[in-house]
């Protein structure tokens, strides 16, 4: 009766392994074979024909005095709405987007409040959000 118990017990481990081993995560077989970056490879200069990619392209970008202005009217309509400034400027990177991009007025209205409420700003007011949106307009997006 005992070996009958231990068959069965090891049995069951086994197909409790088997099981498990169908969750497991494998690494992708063409990342674990491509050879990873080297520090001397990060290290090489740019060829100097290529521009610097230091802000995404197409997405406009407030200069410092515009930054302070833009913080400055966005702290007007609610001080929670720059508890982290460069969320804030990153989310009206965004607002201007949707302006140049010719969306109505109702939508980047829209999307400029649900892209600022949350966090420690719960809620928006539709007269909040035009706010929002003018501030964005007359800080750096023309």
């Known amino acids: 009766m005992k070996r009958k118990t231990w068959i ?31 520090a001397t490879a990060a290290a090489k200069p740019a060829d100097k024909a290529s521009p610097e990619p230091s802000k995404p392209s197409g997405i406009p970008s407030p200069d ?13 309509v609610d ?21 140049q991009g010719g969306k109505e007025a109702a939508t980047v209205q829209s999307n400029a409040k649900s892209r600022y409420e949350g966090g420690t700003v719960p ?14 307009k007359s800080s750096f997006c023309d």
């Open 8 to 38: 069965i017990t090891g049995a069951a481990v086994l197909a409790f392994g088997g099981v498990l081993s169908l969750f497991e995560d494998e690494p992708d077989k063409a990342t674990a074979e491509s050879p990873k970056p080297s």
């Open 64 to 76: 410092a005095a515009q930054t302070e202005a833009l913080i400055s009217a966005l702290r007007a």
């Open 123 to 136: 809620s928006l007011t539709d007269d909040q959000a035009a706010e929002i949106v003018t501030a964005v």
């Open 79 to 99: 001080p929670g709405l720059v508890a982290k400034e460069d969320w804030a400027v990153d989310r009206a990177r965004n607002v201007c987007l949707d302006i």
